[in-house]
C-alpha cells in the first residue's frame, strides 16, 4: 500500500525535450507539495496545491507547469527541458496545519543530457 | 522568512555509540513545528520525529531524541545506540503553525556515517 508513488522512478532525456511525472497519494490528504533535490541534497519547494488549487510557486521557471486534477493527483510537466534540470524530484502529501508531517514519494531522479 | 541551518555537513559514530547533530532555525513567528527526516541512498525521505515548539518536553522515539532550546532556536537530534541502518543524510525541517498548508522548509542536512 503506496502512500504517495511517483513515476516514473528514474527518467533520462535529451536538452530540448518535454517530459511528465505523475503523483499519486492515497492517505486523503487536501495538500500536494513538489520538490526538487539538487546534487548537494539541498531540498526546495517548488510548487503546493491544495484541493486543486495553486497556493504556492516558488519563482519556478514557466517550463515547469503542476496540474492537479483531483486532489489526489499531482503531476508535473517540464517543457523544453536543460541541463541543469537534472535533480530528484520529490512529490509529497500532507494535511492542513502545522503538526502534519509531510509524506514523501520515492523521487524520480531526472537525467538531462 | 524562515530559514535552517544545519552546520555539519558530515559526521561519523562507531556503531552503538551516541551522536548528536545539530540544527538551527531563523523565525519571527511563536507557532511552529520542528523535523527531523533521513534519507537513506534508497532515497526515501523517512520522518524521524516531530517537535511542536510550545511544548517544553523534548520529543523521543525508542533511540531518537532532541534537545529542543526555544530560546536559542536549537534543535538537535541525538541517536544513542547507533546501528549500521542509521547511515543516512539526516535533514532538518520548519514548518509554520496555524491551520495553513505551508511547507516544510530544509536544512541543508548532514551526512550521517556508522562506523562498525
Known amino acids: 500500500d503506496t502512500a504517495v508513488s511517483q513515476t516514473p522512478k528514474y527518467l533520462v532525456t535529451q536538452m530540448g525535450n518535454d517530459k511528465s511525472i505523475k503523483c499519486e497519494q492515497n492517505?486523503?490528504?487536501?495538500?500536494m507539495y513538489w520538490y526538487k533535490q539538487d546534487s548537494k541534497k539541498f531540498l526546495k519547494i517548488m510548487f503546493s496545491y491544495n484541493n486543486k488549487e495553486l497556493i504556492i510557486n516558488e519563482t519556478v521557471p514557466n517550463r515547469f507547469s503542476p496540474k492537479s486534477p483531483d486532489k489526489a493527483h499531482l503531476n508535473l510537466h517540464i517543457n523544453s527541458l536543460e541541463l541543469g534540470d537534472s535533480a530528484v524530484y520529490f512529490c509529497a502529501s500532507s494535511h492542513p496545519g502545522g503538526n502534519s508531517p509531510l509524506h514523501f514519494g520515492n523521487g524520480t531522479r531526472l537525467t538531462v543530457t | 522568512a524562515q530559514t535552517v541551518t544545519q552546520s555539519q555537513p558530515e559526521m561519523s559514530v562507531q556503531e552503538a555509540e551516541t551522536v548528536t547533530l545539530s540544527c538551527t532555525y531563523d523565525t519571527s513567528e511563536s507557532d511552529y513545528y520542528l523535523f527531523w527526516y533521513k534519507q537513506p541512498p534508497s532515497r526515501q525521505m523517512i520522518l524521524v520525529i516531530r517537535q511542536e515548539a510550545y511544548k517544553q518536553q523534548n520529543a523521543t522515539e525508542n533511540r531518537f531524541s532532541v534537545n529542543f532550546q526555544k530560546a536559542a532556536k536549537s534543535f538537535s537530534l541525538k541517536i544513542s545506540d547507533s546501528q549500521l541502518g542509521d547511515a543516512a543524510m539526516y535533514f532538518c525541517?520548519?514548518?509554520?503553525?496555524?491551520?495553513?498548508?505551508?511547507?516544510?522548509?530544509f536544512g541543508k542536512g548532514t551526512r550521517l556515517s556508522v562506523i562498525a
Open positions: 525541517a520548519y514548518r509554520s503553525g496555524g491551520s495553513g498548508n505551508t511547507p516544510l522548509v
Open positions: 492517505l486523503g490528504h487536501d495538500t
